[in-house]
T-cell receptor
Framework: EPEVTQTPSHQVTQMGQEVILRCVPI?????FYWYRQILGQKVEFLVS????????KSEIFDDQFSVERPDGSNFTLKIRSTKLEDSAMYFC???????????FGPGTRLLVL | GENVEQHPSTLSVQEGDSAVIKCTYS??????FPWYKQELGKGPQLIID?????GEKKDQRIAVTLNKTAKHFSLHITETQPEDSADYFC????????????FGKGTKLSVKP
C-alpha cells in the first residue's frame, strides 16, 4: 500500500539554525500539507500546497517558514532561524482530491536547543 | 475565530461498550469532517470522514453522524476493543475547498479489557 514517507525521523538543531524537513507524498496525489504537533497538544495545520503554490496557510506559518516542491517527488518544509518553540512533531500529508482523505507520514520530531 | 471543540478530552470504557466523541464547529460553510486515530509515536490515520451532504456514514464498528443545523458531528465506536485505545482527533474544513483544516484538541480513549 502506498504511503507518505518523511525524513529525517528526528532532528536536533541549535536555535537560530535552518532546518529542512522532507516528505515524499503518495505518487498520484496532488495536494500536500504540513502540520505540526507540539508534545501533548493537538495537531495544527500549517500550510496546504497545490499546483506548485501555497493554497492556504495558518497564522503559524509566518515568514520563518517556506515550502517547496523541488522535483516531482519531494515536498519540503524549511524553517529559517529556528526558535525553541519550534520543537514539535511535523507531519506531512497528501491527498488525491481536496477536500479528501489525507494520508499522513510518520512525522519528523524536531528538537531545537 | 475558527474553532473546533472536541469532547470529552479523555474517555474510558470497558471492552465491548460503545464510545462516542463529539465535535462542534462554528463555520456553517464547513463541508468536510474527517476523524483521525493517532497511536503513540505515529502520525494521524484517517478512520472515517463525512461530507456535508450526508447525515451519517458507517464503516463496520465505526460511524460518524453529522448535524448541520446544530453544527456538530460525532464519532461512534461500537463493540470497543483494547486496540481501539488511542488519541482521536476530529477535523473540520474552514474556508471551502483548499481552506484551513482545523483539528479538535483530541480525545484520549482507553478501552479496558
Amino acid at each position: 500500500e502506498p504511503e507518505v514517507t518523511q525524513t529525517p525521523s528526528h532532528q536536533v538543531t541549535q536555535m537560530g539554525q535552518e532546518v529542512i524537513l522532507r516528505c515524499v507524498p503518495i505518487s498520484n496525489h496532488l495536494y500536500f500539507y504540513w502540520y505540526r504537533q507540539i508534545l501533548g497538544q493537538k495537531v495544527e495545520f500549517l500550510v496546504s500546497f497545490y499546483n506548485n503554490e501555497i493554497s492556504e496557510k495558518s497564522e503559524i506559518f509566518d515568514d520563518q517558514f517556506s515550502v517547496e516542491r523541488p522535483d516531482g517527488s519531494n515536498f519540503t518544509l524549511k524553517i529559517r532561524s529556528t526558535k525553541l518553540e519550534d520543537s514539535a512533531m511535523y507531519f506531512c500529508a497528501s491527498s488525491e482530491v481536496d477536500p479528501g482523505s489525507q494520508y499522513f507520514g510518520p512525522g519528523t520530531r524536531l528538537l531545537v536547543l | 475565530g475558527e474553532n473546533v471543540e472536541q469532547h470529552p478530552s479523555t474517555l474510558s470504557v470497558q471492552e465491548g461498550d460503545s464510545a462516542v466523541i463529539k465535535c462542534t464547529y462554528s463555520d456553517s460553510a464547513s463541508n468536510y469532517f474527517p476523524w483521525y486515530k493517532q497511536e503513540l509515536g505515529k502520525g494521524p490515520q484517517l478512520i472515517i470522514d463525512i461530507r456535508s451532504n450526508v447525515g451519517e456514514k458507517k464503516d463496520q464498528r465505526i460511524a460518524v453522524t453529522l448535524n448541520k443545523t446544530a453544527k456538530h458531528f460525532s464519532l461512534h465506536i461500537t463493540e470497543t476493543q483494547p486496540e481501539d485505545s488511542a488519541d482521536y482527533f476530529c477535523e473540520a474544513l474552514y474556508g471551502g475547498s483548499q481552506g484551513n483544516l482545523i483539528f479538535g484538541k483530541g480525545t484520549k480513549l482507553s478501552v479496558k479489557p
